[in-house]
RNA sequence: CAGGCUGACCGGGCGAUCGCGGUCUUGCGCUUUUCGCGAGAUCGAGGAAAGUCCGCACUCCAAAGAGCACGGCGUCGGGGAAACCCCGGGGCGGAGCAAUCUGCCGGAGCAGGGCCACAGAAACAAACAGCCCCAUCCGCAAGGGUGAGGUGAUGGUGAAACGGUGGUGUAAGAGACCACCGGCAUCCGCAGCAAUGCGGGUGGCCAGGCAACCCCCGCCGGGAGCAAGGUCAAGCAGGGACGAAACCGUCCGAGGACGGGAGGAGGCUGCUCGCCCCCUUACGUGCACUCUCCCUCGGGAGAGAGCCAGUCCCGGGUAGGCCGCUAGAGAGGCGCGGAGACGCGCUUCCCAGAAAGAUGAUCGCCCAGGCAGACGCAGGGAUGGAGUCCUUCGGGAUGUAAACCUGCAUCCAGAUCUGCCGGACAGAAUGUGGCUUACAGGUCAGUCUGAAGA
RNA sequence: GGUCCCGUGGUGUAGUGGCUUAACAUGCGGCCCUGUCAAGGCCGAGACCGCGGGUUCGAAUCCCGUCGGGACCG
């Protein structure tokens, strides 16, 4: 996932955490906030609870490989972050997706909610 | 062949598609750098990158000072920039049949303190029982009581009791003395660079253990850490000078400079000395106004309501951007020296530099490995199977898979084939030397033990 | 990057060289009490002190290493 699509900054990912809305699944957690950017940025998260630096790392390698293919989909400005459960660690790509777009679902961020 | 031990090493490979970070080149947005979006080339985690247990480089703290405290280390020689590091020795132990592995290492003799439960007379300089002698009392006597003294052999405890055996000696005894042995210290000789070992002489039998208790001796350590530190833009906090006149002295260009005193903050990330640097000496015993009182007319006391404005200059820290930031006690190869750690020489190479933090995902083939299933092996063997070759198309040559025969094995193992499973521990964050810990499976060399065969 | 603390029955703590194969509370099991339950009384089980070495005559305690958990500072 290009960096442009990325929350980089610490006050970013504070005010997401702060103010967004929720959204739980056994894997991973959503908070998703509006912003006046025209695009998506996606942070990923991960905390020392999943594992090692490894597990940590992969978590985030798989999120962000499942929330590129699902960014066409998704409604456009919002900031959106994305923090790894400890059964991610265990998990498949196809997993995380279908996990993900479940979350998005919910959240009502997806552009075509009844394809998937 | 099986199981070990030691040392060294590997840590899945190849291809396709999608995707990420750095550097260089290049195209476009856009006008140069910058920035954004593309394209191409190239590079892109480890043996432990980990734990952060020891070092070092580097940076800042004024210079990086002294003493104390505190902490660490402590056999010998060598290596190394250094290290709670490495190599090779020594001494005293421990584990194993063995190869081999492993723990400890200054001082408890004259620096001193402390502790050694229970038991025991006594836990380090003491005397309970006992033994002996003398005095005295009782008794015919044997013997017993009391008191003064000698002794430390005997006892039993304990983890540990002040050498052992034999003799001389004595009232009884005792290293009090003698011989031998053990141990300690010291001297000499030999071997060794040394620790130390071996042999001989001398000494006095004094001298229990614990310094992973305090401590003593020797050596080492200033502190903090890349969020070090530097720098950029924008602000803000804050500070300074003048205003402004009041500690003392000196100087002159007359308002400042320098020096000293006093007080305070900070620094040497414990303390003290010493030193450095800064501030104050104007929120007060102040300034100036009004009123009242006193007076030696200089001033003093009390009360009231006020003043400390303004101007100019300097200017952070954190967050953000950039630098620090990867060429180095560097890696590979070859040769030489050395027992080894390691060193030297030549040569080749450039080998991650991210910043919510880059190496992955999917598929195919292979390579190790594991599990399950199938299959007896070798030789001979045809009115001659499949295939191949020749052919005049009639056939011929070659050819052992099978049945069958012989031998050997026997439901075990090995080899082969098929299917399934399947790749450990773990991710750079300034670099680097060690130590420690985690780790599927495998390779090579040496070596030990056991079994079988020759 | 740096610093510190704690691991002891199921749970929470004490014990910091020996008289302690470890004490207290609560929980657990059995019995008594009661018509029954609770409370109460009596009895009992439950730990080789996180793990591995070492020092010592003797270690939960001292030293070293290691594993796990927690806290703090920048």
């Known amino acids: 996932m290009?960096?442009?699509f990325r929350l980089t900054r610490s006050t970013d990912f504070k005010r997401v955490r702060r103010y967004g809305k929720s959204y739980a699944h056994p894997l991973v957690v959503l908070y998703a906030l509006k912003s006046d950017r025209p695009g998506v940025r996606v942070g990923v998260?991960?905390?020392v609870r999943v594992g090692g630096a490894v597990e940590r790392n992969r978590t985030k390698r798989l999120l962000r490989e499942a929330m590129k293919t699902l960014l066409p989909e998704t409604v456009?400005?919002?900031d959106l972050m994305l923090i790894?459960?400890?059964p991610l660690a265990?998990?498949?790509l196809e997993e995380t997706r279908q996990a993900l777009s479940g979350?998005?679902?919910r959240a009502g961020l997806l552009v075509h909610?009844?394809?998937?």
Not at 113 to 116: E, N
């Open 45 to 47: 998260s991960a905390g």
């Open 113 to 116: 909610p009844h394809d998937s």
């Open 2 to 4: 290009k960096r442009r």
């Open 103 to 105: 979350l998005l679902q």
């Open 84 to 86: 790894a459960r400890p």
């Open 76 to 78: 456009p400005g919002s």
């Open 90 to 92: 265990e998990a498949g």
